[in-house]
């Protein structure tokens, strides 16, 4: 093996490692990087000419009996008059040279373009009062000597939060109710503050020595204890009493109801005998019930119902059911009158306990003429995810999380705060539901939370935050324990002065190679432990050695090929021409690797509609040749060299075959697709280069035509709340399983780019590009005007972005718990191997882990996620990420160290899954049980004893409910009459790779007031509550959730401001077909339109903009995504889903 010859030309990602020189040692020399040389594929340069063919018609025709299947066209200009397929010269379209069609859309220079981090976007906040981080003592987090624990990192080290003030407080006196408040039964030892470490940019800088230097004590910061001047967790409301404090938070207005309600436990919200509206078509079911909406939408305020009808008996809402009709179109209402803060209208009446008018209620007016209804909790003083994203932002945001610390919490994903690697990996690569998990199996299953941890193994950094280093051993390759090959990490615990080392997973004891020997210092830690980043940080990588590789060989560099539906409509709507211009800058655009000038990455074409032309754009020829293949039952590949190519030298003969495919298509009167045999053309075309790669594939229609992989209509909505609803999210062959299993094997990763007018079958397209690690992107009646920029921005990113090959995952863990299950974009042939075809940095999978035995409170728990993987230079690579976690006895110590966010993403993801096996119902009675249960849990143990009847959430949890909520009445398990079947499906898959910072937007959107926005500041207007009486008709609102984002313009908005923003002077003349803002030389127009590129570019799909005018149709859809009221496919408004809870968290505890 040749390795070890040939000095890496740079860092890893072409980012400045200072210090780290000392680990560029020699890399392997054997392999070839950039531009695979093409004489591989010699045995195949022979037949090709000889396959000329005479005149198809229609840019495709059958094979004519060669005895290769592969049909071969000519696209030399000698031959083109012969035939309208044959693309020479005297066809070349006008176009070459011509501009991409999209304007303004400039191409990014280099990977760091699409970085999801804003310049200056990195901290804000103010200074924190409240957060601080308490070092061990000595501020040395990892000794090898006292490894893997220091004694000072017990658990009740890890408290965060302030020390407990007795009780948290939250009086409210609406309605006559008085609320009581308690202390958690369990404080946190006094003193048990978390301390602060200050800033500690620097310290990886280089030194003389060519080292970084590790954090000292003399830098160390004095240890801090703030003690907290408390900002407040809830806004302080008039009769409120807040004390804030990392304690349970008690919902006010939670006296109980009285137990005469004579409704059932699921039953709800509690009715006193009166017959609740039905969910849904067909008998109530105790679980549609929780959101059942009544007919009339009372939250709607352009749907003011008669007062009759809210007191109706809502014999089977027309509203509620999938098949409805829309709901009409309401004539323009005056404003918000009816607000009644998400209640049920008269349908709650009979709740003596949530009755009562209270004070302080929002400023709407009251209903003209009908009795106002019945009031029962006020939605201010609930626990608002307003506020606690400002407080975290406000506590956490201006410090760098530092990581030395076992267990802890880190920053929510929407406070924006700097990472420092000291011996665990960063929360932007894993973060977990817990930062302290029960040490028996029997406590976690009493808790009911699930143990789990959202792992992006290779997320994208901040500028300002460090990649891995990338460490190199040379041939013996990373040191790994010898009995569970867990790699070299911060916990492993060297003894016998260095000889040896103690696994930290599995406490085998492993001799040191020679070659890794160190000394150890007096502590016990080796004396290069600062030295080498395996040793002192949570993540970095190893260079493979040939052992990692498939076959015993190092990899080729991948490739990428592009396979363009040709059919009628994808012709038709201009989209193959938008797709060749764009690829003819794009390609210059493909990854790379460091410092490299080019990319090694070789490309491919293939069009396609009932048949597959390939083409052949080697760098020798004057123009491209076209290959057909018509037998698709069979799929090869009817030509090797030639085929991919490297960019640089097939740059002409590429250019020209970008500019003749829209013209030989032009004509095309061909509607029908196949889709199976063009994934199986791309993947025998890596087979045959022995590469792995990347298919993107853009297609339109249902794959009707004959052919494997061949699908039918079948989608029906009748069954959707029946028992077969699950057979919409499953594939209707199993074809595709296998295909996808053959994609991962040779590491083909498929990204899907759909353009569909009508139904397509997402669920059954879609298994190829989710099991091989690949995207979907989905463009409804895509048209160039209006979709376009949104789609091309797509594929820019994607083509762009970091991505691993042919990856393998392993998570490993120390003895007593182990990971069970996987949620994610991923193939798995065996029970502990996640393997992905392609993994890109947006990518996420979530790992659940059970006990298999106990756990101490010493030691903790450690993870160590290891991602094998092929770099998009063709290099074989080991990314290590490790995380130790607290372990607890006590439920107390679980409770206050869990995380909402990460929890929602899990229960998000495992309620997805289970709507392919489960009824939907079955599914959301499941998800509503175990959050219950998880709070019962706490109510009962961790809550210091006070009256049955209130409601007390865990500190860490109590956005739990409203989150939950969102989940339970997302489009998956309760899809609104507009939602499709394909678009269930997308989000299904969509949702399963999601990291938490998007979950947690997709499923509680980001509303924000652009009318409050400071035009002459750089930051975001300060967001409100997903509410519509939140709105105010005077005002213009921004609404995001990741993958649109929605420009609501009140009616009375002034009319100057109409001007600055849409350039028309009514709003009447607002077009809601706008899918950009207007550019115009104004403050506010210049504001609101860098607040959306703000947005877009922290997400990782370009966000459809969607305009729409208060009281016009489009409300509807917008109204959709106000999470906090009830919704028209029947999900419960935040205030009943909360009354629900407490309801079914009584009956658990009673
Ligand atoms: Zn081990």
Same mark, same amino acid.
């Given at each position: 093996?040749?390795?070890?010859?040939?000095?890496?030309?740079?860092?890893?990602?072409?980012?400045?490692?200072?210090?780290?020189?000392?680990?560029?040692? /020699?890399?392997?020399?054997?392999?070839?990087?950039?531009?695979?040389?093409?004489?591989?594929?010699?045995?195949?340069?022979?037949?090709?000419?000889?396959?000329?063919?005479?005149?198809?018609?229609?840019?495709?025709?059958?094979?004519?009996?060669?005895?290769?299947?592969?049909?071969?066209?000519?696209?030399?200009?000698?031959?083109?008059?012969?035939?309208?397929?044959?693309?020479?010269?005297?066809?070349?379209?006008?176009?070459?040279?011509?501009?991409?069609?999209?304007?303004?859309?400039?191409?990014?220079?280099?990977?760091?373009?699409?970085?999801?981090?804003?310049?200056?976007?990195?901290?804000?906040?103010?200074?924190?009062?409240?957060?601080?981080?308490?070092?061990?003592?000595?501020?040395?987090?990892?000794?090898?000597?006292?490894?893997?624990?220091?004694?000072?990192?017990?658990?009740?080290?890890?408290?965060?939060?302030?020390?407990?003030?007795?009780?948290?407080?939250?009086?409210?006196?609406?309605?006559?109710?008085?609320?009581?408040?308690?202390?958690?039964?369990?404080?946190?030892?006094?003193?048990?503050?978390?301390?602060?470490?200050? =800033?500690?940019?620097?310290?990886?800088?280089?030194?003389?020595?060519?080292?970084?230097?590790?954090?000292?004590?003399?830098?160390?910061?004095?240890?801090?204890?703030?003690?907290?001047?408390?900002?407040?967790?809830?806004?302080?409301?008039?009769?409120?009493?807040? %004390?804030?404090?990392? $304690? #349970?938070?008690?919902?006010?207005?939670?006296?109980?109801?009285?137990?005469?309600?004579?409704?059932?436990?699921?039953?709800?919200?509690?009715?006193?005998?009166?017959?609740?509206?039905?969910?849904?078509?067909?008998?109530?079911?105790?679980?549609?019930?929780?959101?059942?909406?009544?007919?009339?939408?009372?939250?709607?305020?352009?749907?003011?119902?008669?007062?009759?009808?809210?007191?109706?008996?809502?014999?089977?809402? #027309?509203?509620?059911?999938?098949?409805?009709?829309?709901?009409?179109?309401?004539?323009?209402?005056?404003?918000?009158?009816?607000?009644?803060?998400?209640?049920?209208?008269?349908?709650?009446?009979?709740?003596?306990?949530?009755?009562?008018?209270?004070?302080?209620?929002?400023?709407?007016?009251?209903?003209?003429?009908?009795?106002?209804?019945?009031?029962?909790?006020?939605?201010?003083?609930?626990?608002?995810?307003?506020?606690?994203? +400002?407080?975290?932002?406000?506590?956490?945001?201006?410090?760098?999380?530092?990581?030395?610390?076992?267990?802890?919490?880190?920053?929510?994903?929407?406070?924006?705060?700097?990472?420092?690697?000291?011996?665990?990996?960063?929360?932007?690569?894993?973060?977990?539901?817990?930062?302290?998990?029960?040490?028996?199996?029997?406590?976690?299953?009493?808790?009911?939370?699930?143990?789990?941890?959202?792992?992006?193994?290779?997320?994208?950094?901040?500028?300002?935050?460090?990649?891995?280093?990338?460490?190199?051993?040379?041939?013996?390759?990373?040191?790994?324990?010898?009995?569970?090959?867990?790699?070299?990490?911060?916990?492993?615990?060297?003894?016998?002065?260095?000889?040896?080392?103690?696994?930290?997973?599995?406490?085998?004891?492993?001799?040191?190679?020679?070659?890794?020997?160190?000394?150890?210092?007096?502590?016990?830690?080796?004396?290069?432990?600062?030295?080498?980043?395996?040793? %002192?940080?949570?993540?970095?990588?190893?260079?493979?050695?040939?052992?990692?590789?498939?076959?015993?060989?190092?990899?080729?560099?991948?490739?990428?090929?592009?396979?363009?539906?040709?059919?009628?409509?994808?012709?038709?709507?201009? $989209?193959?021409?938008?797709?060749?211009?764009?690829?003819?800058?794009?390609?210059?655009?493909?990854?790379?690797?460091?410092?490299?000038?080019?990319?090694?990455?070789?490309?491919?074409?293939?069009?396609?509609?009932?048949?597959?032309?390939?083409?052949?754009?080697?760098?020798?020829?004057?123009?491209?040749?076209?290959?057909?293949?018509?037998?698709?039952?069979?799929?090869?590949?009817?030509?090797?060299?030639?085929?991919?190519?490297?960019?640089?030298?097939?740059?002409?003969?590429?250019?020209?075959?970008?500019?003749?495919?829209?013209?030989?298509?032009?004509?095309?009167?061909?509607?029908?697709?196949?889709?199976?045999?063009?994934?199986?053309?791309?993947?025998?075309?890596?087979?045959?280069?022995?590469?792995?790669?990347?298919?993107?594939?853009?297609?339109?229609?249902?794959?009707?035509?004959?052919? /494997?992989?061949?699908?039918?209509?079948?989608?029906?909505?009748?069954?959707?709340?029946?028992?077969? +609803?699950?057979?919409?999210?499953?594939?209707?062959?199993?074809?595709?399983?296998?295909?996808?299993?053959?994609?991962?094997?040779?590491?083909?990763?498929?990204?899907?780019?759909?353009?569909?007018?009508?139904?397509?079958?997402?669920?059954?397209?879609?298994?190829?590009?989710?099991?091989?690690?690949?995207?979907?992107?989905?463009?409804?009646?895509?048209?160039?005007?209006?979709?376009?920029?949104?789609?091309?921005?797509?594929?820019?990113?994607?083509?762009?972005?970091?991505?691993?090959?042919?990856?393998?995952?392993?998570?490993?863990?120390?003895?007593?718990?182990?990971?069970?299950?996987?949620?994610?974009?991923?193939?798995?042939?065996?029970?502990?191997?996640?393997?992905?075809?392609? $993994?890109?940095?947006?990518?996420?999978?979530?790992?659940?882990?059970?006990?298999?035995?106990?756990?101490?409170?010493?030691?903790?728990?450690?993870?160590?996620?290891?991602?094998?993987?092929?770099?998009?230079?063709?290099?074989?690579?080991?990314?290590?990420?490790?995380?130790?976690?607290?372990?607890?006895?006590?439920?107390?110590?679980?409770?206050?160290?869990?995380?909402?966010?990460?929890?929602?993403?899990?229960?998000?993801?495992?309620?997805?899954?289970?709507?392919? &096996?489960?009824?939907?119902?079955?599914?959301?009675?499941?998800?509503?049980?175990?959050?219950?249960?998880?709070?019962?849990?706490?109510?009962?143990?961790?809550?210091?004893?006070?009256?049955?009847?209130?409601?007390?959430?865990?500190?860490?949890?109590?956005?739990?409910?409203?989150?939950?909520?969102?989940?339970?009445?997302?489009?998956?398990?309760?899809?609104? =009459?507009?939602?499709?079947?394909?678009?269930?499906?997308?989000?299904?898959?969509?949702?399963?790779?999601?990291?938490?910072?998007?979950?947690?937007?997709?499923?509680?959107?980001?509303?924000?007031?652009?009318?409050?926005?400071?035009?002459? &500041?750089?930051?975001?207007?300060?967001?409100?509550?997903?509410?519509?009486?939140?709105?105010?008709?005077?005002?213009?609102?921004?609404?995001?959730?990741?993958?649109?984002?929605?420009?609501?313009?009140?009616?009375?908005?002034?009319?100057?401001?109409?001007?600055?923003?849409?350039?028309?002077?009514?709003?009447?003349?607002?077009?809601?077909?706008?899918?950009?803002?207007?550019?115009?030389?104004?403050?506010?127009?210049?504001?609101?339109?860098?607040?959306?590129?703000?947005?877009?570019?922290?997400?990782?799909?370009?966000?459809?903009?969607?305009?729409?005018?208060?009281?016009?149709?489009?409300?509807?859809?917008?109204?959709?995504?106000?999470?906090?009221?009830?919704?028209?496919?029947?999900?419960?408004?935040?205030?009943?889903?909360?009354?629900?809870?407490?309801?079914?968290?009584?009956?658990?505890?009673?």
């Amino acid at each position: 093996m040749s390795v070890n010859q040939q000095a890496h030309t740079g860092p890893p990602y072409g980012q400045p490692q200072p210090g780290y020189q000392g680990y560029q040692q /020699p890399a392997y020399g054997g392999q070839s990087l950039p531009g695979a040389p093409q004489s591989q594929y010699g045995a195949y340069n022979g037949p090709m000419p000889g396959y000329q063919q005479p005149v198809p018609p229609q840019g495709y025709f059958p094979s004519l009996g060669f005895p290769s299947k592969g049909s071969p066209v000519s696209l030399n200009s000698d031959t083109s008059s012969l035939a309208p397929n044959f693309i020479g010269s005297l066809r070349a379209p006008p176009t070459s040279g011509a501009p991409p069609p999209v304007s303004g859309a400039s191409h990014p220079s280099g990977h760091v373009a699409y970085s999801q981090f804003e310049h200056g976007d990195v901290q804000n906040g103010i200074p924190a009062s409240a957060a601080p981080v308490q070092r061990p003592p000595a501020s040395q987090p990892f000794l090898p000597g006292s490894a893997p624990t220091p004694v000072s990192q017990i658990s009740t080290f890890q408290q965060y939060g302030p020390p407990p003030a007795s009780v948290q407080q939250l009086r409210n006196h609406m309605a006559g109710m008085t609320i009581g408040c308690t202390a958690a039964s369990a404080p946190p030892p006094a003193g048990l503050g978390y301390a602060s470490v200050p =800033p500690v940019s620097g310290s990886f800088s280089a030194t003389g020595s060519g080292l970084y230097t590790p954090y000292s004590a003399s830098q160390g910061p004095p240890l801090t204890s703030v003690s907290q001047g408390l900002p407040l967790v809830q806004p302080p409301f008039p009769g409120q009493t807040i %004390s804030t404090q990392r $304690l #349970p938070t008690q919902v006010p207005g939670f006296t109980p109801p009285p137990p005469s309600t004579g409704v059932g436990p699921s039953s709800y919200p509690p009715t006193t005998g009166a017959p609740r509206p039905p969910a849904m078509p067909g008998p109530p079911l105790p679980g549609q019930t929780v959101a059942g909406p009544p007919s009339s939408q009372p939250n709607h305020v352009s749907s003011p119902p008669p007062p009759s009808t809210m007191a109706g008996l809502h014999p089977g809402p #027309p509203m509620s059911g999938l098949h409805g009709p829309p709901p009409p179109n309401h004539p323009p209402q005056p404003g918000y009158q009816m607000q009644q803060n998400g209640s049920f209208g008269q349908m709650r009446g009979p709740q003596p306990n949530y009755g009562g008018a209270y004070p302080g209620a929002p400023n709407y007016g009251s209903p003209p003429g009908p009795p106002p209804p019945p009031k029962r909790l006020d939605p201010d003083s609930i626990p608002s995810p307003i506020q606690v994203i +400002e407080d975290d932002r406000n506590n956490r945001g201006s410090e760098p999380f530092v990581t030395g610390v076992r267990g802890q919490v880190p920053p929510l994903v929407t406070t924006n705060f700097l990472v420092k690697d000291q011996g665990n990996a960063s929360p932007r690569y894993i973060r977990c539901t817990s930062y302290n998990i029960p040490c028996t199996s029997d406590m976690a299953k009493q808790s009911q939370v699930p143990l789990a941890a959202v792992i992006k193994p290779l997320a994208t950094l901040p500028p300002e935050e460090t990649l891995p280093y990338l460490v190199d051993h040379g041939e013996s390759g990373p040191v790994r324990c010898n009995r569970c090959k867990a790699y070299m990490c911060p916990f492993m615990q060297f003894i016998e002065g260095g000889r040896r080392f103690q696994c930290c997973f599995c406490s085998c004891v492993t001799e040191v190679p020679p070659h890794y020997f160190q000394h150890l210092d007096h502590t016990g830690k080796r004396v290069d432990f600062y030295d080498r980043p395996e040793l %002192s940080l949570g993540s970095y990588e190893f260079l493979a050695t040939v052992d990692y590789c498939k076959n015993n060989k190092f990899p080729s560099p991948p490739a990428f090929i592009f396979m363009i539906d040709v059919s009628y409509n994808a012709v038709k709507s201009g $989209l193959v021409r938008l797709i060749c211009e764009e690829l003819k800058s794009l390609l210059d655009y493909l990854p790379r690797e460091g410092n490299m000038e080019e990319s090694a990455i070789r490309v491919g074409f293939v069009t396609y509609n009932k048949v597959l032309h390939f083409y052949n754009v080697k760098s020798s020829l004057a123009q491209p040749q076209m290959m057909v293949v018509s037998d698709v039952a069979d799929m090869f590949v009817p030509l090797l060299d030639g085929f991919l190519v490297n960019v640089n030298e097939s740059r002409t003969v590429i250019a020209s075959l970008l500019d003749q495919i829209p013209e030989m298509f032009a004509d095309t009167r061909e509607t029908e697709t196949v889709f199976a045999p063009v994934i199986q053309a791309g993947l025998e075309a890596l087979k045959a280069a022995d590469c792995a790669g990347k298919l993107f594939i853009f297609h339109t229609s249902l794959p009707i035509a004959e052919a /494997p992989g061949k699908l039918k209509n079948r989608d029906d909505r009748k069954l959707i709340n029946t028992d077969k +609803e699950k057979t919409l999210f499953q594939p209707q062959t199993s074809f595709y399983n296998n295909l996808a299993k053959d994609c991962v094997a040779q590491g083909c990763c498929v990204d899907l780019f759909l353009f569909p007018n009508q139904y397509l079958d997402v669920a059954t397209l879609g298994v190829v590009p989710y099991q091989t690690g690949g995207s979907i992107y989905k463009y409804a009646y895509f048209q160039l005007e209006t979709d376009q920029y949104r789609f091309l921005n797509d594929l820019r990113k994607d083509v762009q972005k970091e991505v691993g090959f042919d990856a393998v995952m392993r998570v490993r863990t120390s003895t007593g718990i182990r990971a069970t299950d996987f949620f994610g974009a991923f193939y798995m042939s065996n029970t502990t191997d996640v393997e992905m075809a392609g $993994l890109d940095c947006d990518k996420t999978i979530t790992v659940e882990f059970k006990h298999d035995d106990k756990l101490s409170e010493d030691s903790g728990a450690l993870l160590q996620c290891a991602l094998l993987y092929t770099s998009c230079a063709g290099q074989r690579r080991l990314r290590i990420h490790n995380l130790s976690l607290n372990c607890c006895t006590q439920l107390a110590d679980l409770y206050r160290n869990c995380e909402t966010d990460t929890l929602i993403n899990y229960l998000a993801k495992h309620a997805y899954r289970g709507v392919l &096996s489960s009824p939907v119902k079955t599914v959301r009675d499941a998800l509503i049980n175990q959050c219950a249960q998880i709070l019962a849990c706490y109510r009962k143990n961790c809550a210091s004893p006070s009256s049955a009847g209130q409601l007390i959430l865990p500190e860490c949890m109590k956005l739990l409910p409203v989150y939950l909520n969102c989940v339970l009445k997302s489009d998956v398990l309760q899809p609104g =009459p507009e939602v499709t079947t394909d678009d269930r499906a997308y989000i299904r898959q969509l949702v399963t790779s999601m990291d938490v910072a998007e979950t947690n937007v997709f499923f509680y959107p980001r509303l924000l007031p652009l009318t409050k926005a400071d035009v002459d &500041s750089d930051s975001l207007p300060a967001a409100i509550r997903n509410s519509e009486e939140r709105l105010s008709k005077g005002d213009i609102y921004l609404l995001e959730n990741g993958l649109n984002i929605f420009v609501w313009v009140g009616v009375n908005v002034q009319q100057s401001l109409i001007q600055n923003l849409f350039g028309v002077s009514s709003f009447s003349q607002i077009s809601n077909a706008l899918s950009t803002l207007p550019v115009l030389e104004n403050p506010f127009s210049k504001k609101v339109r860098s607040i959306v590129d703000t947005l877009q570019g922290q997400r990782s799909r370009y966000m459809k903009l969607i305009i729409v005018k208060q009281e016009d149709k489009l409300e509807m859809l917008f109204k959709h995504f106000l999470v906090e009221d009830k919704s028209l496919s029947g999900g419960a408004s935040y205030v009943d889903f909360l009354c629900h809870m407490h309801k079914e968290i009584r009956q658990l505890l009673s």
